[in-house]
């Protein structure tokens, strides 16, 4: 009932073998039952007659159970089927909320799916029909009726850039629950065919165009009771796709049109009255299609009458009523330098970071921005945001400023804070893309430029691309070419094949990401030392360049982005020649093995970019500190260079690892905007002192590098300020290479821990170490496994009171490994244990505040036999425990929340898989007996390869927002811990680990409808601090380096 008065949920009471009368009265058997109880629960009593009153009031069932009533079979019926119709129509409101013209559609497909025998259901129509906004509103309904569920949109998109296997494993992985299924043959085994049996799912396979797309996914293997959603614009697909049913998607009604179209033309679901004759007549034009009645839409917004009358007289004139030519309409309205940029948008760049984008046009067309904003403006480009990983994410984090607790505290309340945390959402960068089937029209524009692809300005069909190559047909007509070098045999150049195309800007000749082992040279030369390049070059991306440098006649002077991956270059051009790179923004040469040497870029004033990744004959550099735009330098396994790079003052990321560079130099200090500093397996072995100037400094990972001495960071006031500073060290000691020094690293000095930002620190393996001191109260990452010297650990107690304002994407989770450390004494295993709980503590104050929905979870583990009585009161032997629930004595409603220790037997670990899953299952059982069951998992990757060794007995601490439950009158909770079987292949099937003891700890959190309080059995209540204060860090980003050129 507290649910039914704050947050609107609804009540539907079964009156079972009970007069309702007496419920809303508390007469009958209800009052003797209350006096019962009044004695002994006052406060709980109270509350419950007041629930009951209120119930005894609503509209619900009432079950007599006597001679003449009903089965109650019949009762149950009912009751299921309107919770049922209740249910799907509030969901059905929600999804139609922003959707025009698709109810009756959707019904016809709800009733296809529910046909017995109905298996396979394909969606079939043009692209922009509505197939895939029809296919998502039907599994929004239907998804709650099944087990595992999933949309996988733009199948063939997602398989040229992925591959069909890896695709499918993605689609096994979210419906088994299952991470990172590895199947790499086109055939699923039996074992995962088996448990797919068992399931009954919903799947959506979006915008197929082959049947195979279909058959790769596995669906035959599907269980009983599942349904196969497919969407294609080609009917043949689904009918050899053995589709059961296809459902053709028809075009709107002339109603739904119209409010489409005005939605678009008006921002509002009618036209204005002096538009709507003309509204109409643009609605007729269009014949109903959706996307064209959005393109053509917005192309009206905010225009004039007569701008109306006009277009709609120049639509009379040259349009044609397919829906085909109605989005050609569009692209004929443009201006010569739009439509040049939708065409080069289309063909060559869709799918690239906005700002790359921007850079490459606007060095081929005057206001290139502009352009752009304009064809957005008219539905011809859409901006989407990049998807990135979670290896990006890490990456980039030192892209992310944190901000300041007073601009927080500017907020205070939760509405603002949504607002704010959206509008910095639009932050993130930015992906040009466009519907397939204006990339498509853009396409088939090309194609009716000439029959002779020669003679036409683009070029992308790999067979067209292979015939103008091979025959030397280029001309002075093509523009750009783009070549998937995958689908071609090995094609031979000449030195003049591009001499005849004067006006080139791009040439793009790649591998696919997911072709892997098949990259292989496919252009090659006879006898030519290089090909003639023309000076329009603005984009020269060719993977495997088969030349030994540029052409000495190719004036690079428009040239913005240069990409040779693993080519023969050995150098880009000679020394002497003195290059205008005034454009220039990019240069790849990564895994180009015969590079020796980088010629002088002084002229590269706007270069940000350079990678050299790989390039291990290169031997020397050049200097780079008058290339004032630099912000990157990556020359990861450049094992020969040993001399520490010149760099302009803002280089923000530095990545040397893997290099022969011994020393850190003292010139360090002046990269003052240096924020990430990558040196792991690299021969460092002296540090400068002079790197503690680094202000900005916020990734550092020296990870198996053999430091003879670390600096201490010196404090300085500015430095007390600083705040995003975040450092990853991973020291090892042991790296097997033979020539390099073993001089052993005993400490870390505490003072490059006391930064109050510091997260990430890694440092397993280091087995000199012996002490870890003042480590930051809330690190979100430590390891420090395979330390075995390890003796003592401790946490500052400064910053304690600044953890809500930080949170990772929303994520609170934290680790805490020291396994393997069994020299630490009892006071740092204390000290752990400690540290542990609070971090609990407040995960549970941050998920009950409500101003942060991130998953929140912590996983410590250490040494030991022995589990703490003043940490966790409840404790018994084994993997079971009972306890009982203290009632509750205050007014208003609370939630449970429970910590876990546990004591496990790790001596088999080296035979066990890295990932060791711990699981909990627990039930919550009421006065009246009822009980509901619940489950929580664990995992962890712990490293035994390194030490496949007997590491003996360690204390698990646990915790999990999922372990947080609305207490509905619980008197006893019950727990059950166990870990997973898991081994390597090859070897034998082991045990589960042991769980000897287990431990929980109850959190009481009270509800207040201002603040929240969290107390134990013991404790007093508390108030929690501001929220506006608690509300974490907004942080922004910019991303480098992360597209395909």
Known sequence: MDYKRTQGHTVLPIFYHVDPSHVRNLGGSFKTSFDDHESKRLRQVQRWKAAFVEVGKLKGWHIEGGKFDRPETEYIKDIVEYVIKMLMSSKSRHVYEELVGIGYQKDAISRLIEQEGSRVIGLWGMGGIGKTTLADAVYKEMSPNFESCWFLQNVSEKIKKQGKESLRNDLLSKLLNEKDIRIDTPLIGYPYQERLNNKKVLVVLDDVSHQDQITIMGVRHFGDGSKIIVTSRDRKVLENGEADQIYEVKKLNEIDSLQLFSTCAFKQSNPDADFRDLSIRFVEYTQYNPLALKVLGSQLYKRSREYWKSEMDKLKEYGQPEISNILKRSFDGLDEQEKNIFL???????GELKENVEKILSSCYNGAKSSIRNLIDKCLLDITPLPISLRDILEIRSKFPKRKAEEIASFPDRGALDDRRNSLLDEIPRCISMHDMLELMGKDIVHQESRAPGMRSRLWNPNEVKQVLKNNKGTEFIEGIKLDMSQIDKLRLCSSVFENMFNLKYIHFYFPPFIGKQRKKKLHVDQVGDVSLPDELRLLCWEYYP?????????????????????????????????????????????????????????????????????????ELPGFSDLASLKTLQLHGCYNLTKFPELPNDVSFLDLAETGIEEVPDSIEHIAGLETLLLAKSKINNVSCNISKLECLRYLDFSHCLVAEFPEILRRPELERAEGATYAFSLSLDFPLPDWRKVPIVHVPPKILKFKSLEYLKMDHCESLKLLSELPPYLRYLDAHGCKSLEKVSFTDRNQDQYELYSFYGKDEFFMIFSDCFSLNQVSIKNIEANAMQKIESLVKKWRCKYDYGPKSLFCCFPGSEISASKFE??????????QITPNEFSGSRFLSFAICLVVDLKYCHKYNKDLRCICEYQLTAFDGCYEKFECEWGYKLDFELHRKYMGDHVLILFSDKMIKKDDDYVEASFEFYINKCYYKGDAEVDDIKVKKCGVHVYYVAENNKDCFVFGPTEEPYALENLAFLEKKIKNFKVKGLVSW
């Not at 080069?344 to 869709?350: P, Q, R, S, Y």
């Not at 030349?547 to 000495?552: E, G, I, M, N, Y």
């Not at 020394?575 to 870029?601: A, T």
């Open 874 to 883: 409840y404790q018994r032997m084994n993997s079971s425990l009972k306890l």
């Open 344 to 350: 080069d948008i289309a063909i060559f760049l869709k």
């Open 547 to 619: 030349f030994r440098s540029l052409s000495s006649s190719f004036d690079p002077k428009n040239l913005v982005v240069l990409k040779l991956p693993h080519g023969d270059m050995e150098q880009l051009w000679n020394e002497d020649d003195h290059q205008d790179l005034i454009n220039l923004r990019k240069i790849v040469l990564s895994n180009c093995k015969n590079l020796k040497k980088i010629p002088n870029l002084l002229g590269a004033i706007n270069l940000e970019i350079l990678c050299f990744n790989g390039c291990n004959s290169l031997v």
